[in-house]
């Protein structure tokens, strides 16, 4: 691992500028592996040095990490489950990361991981009204007035779900938008309607698509996602 100047790993670790970091080393209030340094050329290791000021111990922030993954059947949304497969079995990186929100195991599609907390706490904050993008296949032909009474909102749980965007694409297919998430919501609506979800795939999650991802697989967000999906958070 390269070896970079103190005072910039100090600034680096967001503990302050290079120049008020040189202060501090001056002042005898870091330390490098237990002991005070002074000296302004002193060079540490990120991985195997240990660096303090006043006493407490400074790490370098961890680089955000947004990733797209296309979920298959059968994996949990949870970061450990010991009786299941789960998505982060499918991706490998070094960082640890968590997904945003869930998906049924039974459910395909879209799901976004990431070690941003910030997005994690926003996108799923019931006050925040991302939609969530949904392509469902049911068992029977659907009526269209069953579409529609999904569309203007059921009484699940107690009290009236929000109303939702549909779409038909055929006799048992419909594209469903939602902007909440209630446990299993679809299937127990569809369930209301008198009929039963066969497959349901999330296609988008606020501004971020599925795209043609094949299933199984992950891939960052590109760096114009990042940005749209930031200001969609900023404005709440």
């Given amino acids: 691992m390269p070896l970079i100047r103190l005072q910039k790993?100090?600034?680096?670790?967001?503990?302050?500028?290079?120049?008020?970091?040189?202060?501090?080393?001056?002042?005898?209030?870091?330390?490098?592996?237990?002991?005070?340094?002074?000296?302004?050329?002193?060079k540490v290791d990120l991985q195997a040095d240990r660096v303090e000021v006043d006493g407490k111990p400074v790490v370098l922030a961890q680089a955000a990490v947004y990733?797209?993954?296309?979920?298959?059947?059968g994996y949990v949304t949870s970061c450990e489950q010991p009786t299941d497969k789960i998505v982060l079995d499918l991706v490998d990186i070094p960082e640890r990361i968590f997904p945003v929100g869930r998906l049924d195991k039974?459910?395909?599609?879209?799901?976004?991981?990431?070690?941003?907390?910030?997005?994690?706490?926003?996108?799923?904050?019931?006050?925040f009204d991302h939609?969530?993008?949904?392509?469902?296949?049911?068992?029977?032909p659907i009526g269209q007035g069953a579409l529609e009474r999904m569309a203007h909102g059921m009484v699940l749980d107690g009290?009236?779900?929000?109303?939702?965007?549909?779409?038909r694409r055929s006799a048992r297919r419909f594209r469903m938008t939602l902007q909440e998430g209630r446990n299993r919501q679809i299937?127990?609506?569809?369930?209301?309607?008198?009929?039963?979800?066969?497959?349901?795939?999330?296609?988008?999650?606020?501004?971020?698509?599925?795209?043609?991802?094949?299933?199984?697989?992950?891939?960052?967000?590109?760096?114009?996602?990042?940005?749209?999906?930031?200001?969609?958070?900023?404005?709440?």
């Fill in 9 to 42: 790993f100090l600034a680096n670790a967001g503990v302050c500028s290079r120049r008020k970091g040189e202060t501090y080393m001056t002042a005898g209030r870091v330390k490098v592996n237990g002991k005070v340094v002074t000296e302004l050329g002193t």
């Fill in 159 to 167: 009290s009236l779900t929000r109303p939702a965007k549909i779409k």
């Fill in 67 to 73: 990733l797209i993954l296309n979920k298959p059947e």
């Fill in 106 to 127: 039974d459910s395909t599609g879209l799901v976004l991981l990431t070690n941003d907390g910030r997005i994690h706490h926003r996108l799923l904050h019931p006050s």
């Fill in 131 to 140: 939609e969530k993008e949904y392509d469902v296949t049911v068992g029977r």
């Fill in 187 to 236: 299937r127990r609506m569809v369930g209301k309607a008198g009929n039963y979800v066969v497959k349901l795939k999330r296609i988008r999650m606020a501004n971020l698509k599925l795209g043609d991802l094949p299933e199984g697989k992950w891939r960052h967000l590109k760096p114009a996602e990042i940005k749209t999906l930031l200001r969609i958070l900023d404005k709440k």
